[in-house]
């Protein structure tokens, strides 16, 4: 019964597609994807895909990466986008990033540092709460990796620590591995509330609201903004998984504080080198960033600025793929290039490029700007800034579980800002608060990177992601909406 009801379920994002196909272009849609486009039934072909591959996704009708791919097949085929548009997003230089904390965790794990790192965290949290263990030496580090570097940065650097952690622990089941996975993953997504310059969504709210107002947002303003943001997302998210997996957690004790007697290896050396590099490479910019904002240093600024586009967060993972085939251990190769290629994860590959390009569709399709103008018509000029902020930014939130945050932002950001203007309220408030919103999805694999990166381990079901993400999403979402305007009120934007 449960198969031939999800066969049944499954087929409903398909007909919604093919039904949005064969319809005569919708009056609306149709303006917008002629302005856009061309295309007069691009936005409607869109949105038929965008209920498809979420039915999907959520579903698991078919492997996530295999989903992923029909963005690829349906956008370029039906005139949508343009296939040498299309394809090299699954190349994205995030995608690399993906690759590259693939890799480390599989060095980690085959040269025997995981058991160093182990007993390094062992001895970390003296105490004997396996919940309170993962928050300081799981969460925390996350958590501040992600302010300082970035989300996908603080996620790779995590993974092989993480499952380091979780090699060491007894009486742990599957469902506790699970757990701790998306505590690491939600903890990437808040520390990313932090700093202006720690997720992209941030500086893109920056962006638009120069572009749209004569107001600016220093480093200070959005920590103001963002420092509540960031805590609760940590605190709510951890408390909520803890709870849900809490009868799981019967038995389970913190690893043992213990000590490696013998010196490190050489293959050991080569891949704590390799991490340590990536580390430096991932965080020094952001770094530079935060002293170049607190000093007024405009030296800093510049040096920071010129780290970011010669050495993007890309470029580590780059390095982790070139260098780790090379490491060798006893005369031969700690890990060839042949079997590092295998231990990639590209369903979950896939599965992310699609979640990019569905995105980049809805932008070039029209969709966007039929969501924009159909916002407009509904809050009509008579609306309050609450009321239009939280529409706005809840769409948004809606769109990142299935698009990427960066894109989403891209969409949502000009849109809160069209309009706030056309409402004749000031856009401050629904610019910056739709621009967080786009950073708090924890619901599918495709939400952000850090989903998707513990999503590649196996140990995660779907619909494990999806309870946690809804609860803890929702929640953080409701503490953005209600606190957001005090907030921005104290920042000196209005003065």
């Known amino acids: 019964m449960k198969l031939n009801a999800k066969t049944i379920a499954s087929t409903f994002g398909p007909l919604i597609f093919l039904v949005l196909l ?20 691009s936005a409607q072909i869109t949105l038929g895909l965008l209920f498809w591959v979420v039915e999907w996704w959520v ?12 963005p ?21 230089p995030i995608i690399w990033i993906f690759m590259g904390a693939f890799a480390l965790a599989n060095a980690f794990r085959v040269s025997g540092l995981d058991r160093r790192v182990v007993a390094f965290l062992s001895n970390l949290y003296r105490g004997r709460s396996f919940p309170l263990s993962i928050l300081f030496t799981i969460c925390l580090p996350t958590f501040f990796l992600s302010m300082i570097g970035s989300i996908t940065g603080a996620a790779s650097i995590m993974l092989p ?15 506790v591995k699970e757990m701790t996975l998306l505590l690491m993953a939600n903890a990437a997504t808040a520390g990313a509330l932090l700093f202006l310059i720690s997720t992209p969504p941030n500086l893109i709210g920056k962006a638009v609201l120069e572009e749209f107002t004569p107001y600016t947002v220093s480093f200070f303003d959005w920590f103001i903004f963002g420092t509540p943001q960031a805590v609760f997302g940590l605190i709510t998210s951890w408390a909520i998984i803890v709870y849900l997996y809490r009868k799981f957690l019967v038995g389970v004790e913190v690893p043992r504080r213990y000590s490696i007697g013998k010196p490190m290896s050489y293959a050991e050396k080569a891949v704590l080198a390799v991490f340590l590099l990536a580390i430096t490479l991932w965080t020094t910019p952001g770094l530079l960033s935060v002293v170049a904002s607190i000093t007024k240093s405009t030296a800093l600024a510049e040096l920071a600025s010129m780290l970011k586009r010669y050495l993007p967060e890309y470029a580590p993972a780059i390095l982790i793929l070139m260098l780790i085939p090379l490491i060798k251990h006893e005369d031969k190769h700690l890990i060839s290039f042949d079997d590092m290629l295998r231990k990639i994860n590209w369903n979950t590959i896939f599965l992310f490029g699609g979640g990019l390009l569905l995105g980049k569709g809805i932008l070039a399709s029209g969709l966007a700007e039929w969501i924009a103008s159909s916002v407009n018509a509904y809050v009509g000029e008579e609306v309050s800034t609450w009321t239009l902020t939280s529409i706005v930014a809840t769409l948004a939130f809606g769109l990142t579980q299935v ?20 409402a004749k309220i000031n ?8 621009a967080m919103a786009c950073s708090i999805a924890c619901t599918l694999p495709a939400s952000t990177p850090p989903m998707a990166i513990v999503y590649s381990t196996k140990a995660i079901k779907v619909k494990s992601m999806l309870k946690v993400g809804v609860i803890a999403g929702s929640l953080r979402l409701v503490f953005l909406l ?8 104290l920042l000196k934007l209005f003065t």
């Open 72 to 92: 690829a097949l349906i956008l370029p085929t039906l005139g949508v986008l343009e296939w040498k548009e299309a394809l090299p997003t699954y190349l994205s």
């Open 427 to 434: 856009p401050i408030t629904p610019i910056l608060t739709t």
């Open 403 to 422: 698009a990427s945050n960066t894109a989403t932002a891209n969409i949502f950001c000009p849109i809160a800002a069209t309009v706030a203007l056309g």
């Open 22 to 41: 064969l319809l005569p272009p919708i009056p609306g849609m149709c303006e917008a994807s002629i302005t856009i486009s061309g295309n007069p039934k």
């Open 59 to 70: 579903l698991e009708t078919v492997p996530l990466g295999l989903t992923g791919l029909l």
């Open 161 to 175: 620590i993480t499952l380091a952690y979780l090699s060491a622990i007894k009486g742990g089941s599957r469902e």
């Open 482 to 489: 209600l606190t957001a305007p005090y907030l921005i009120s």
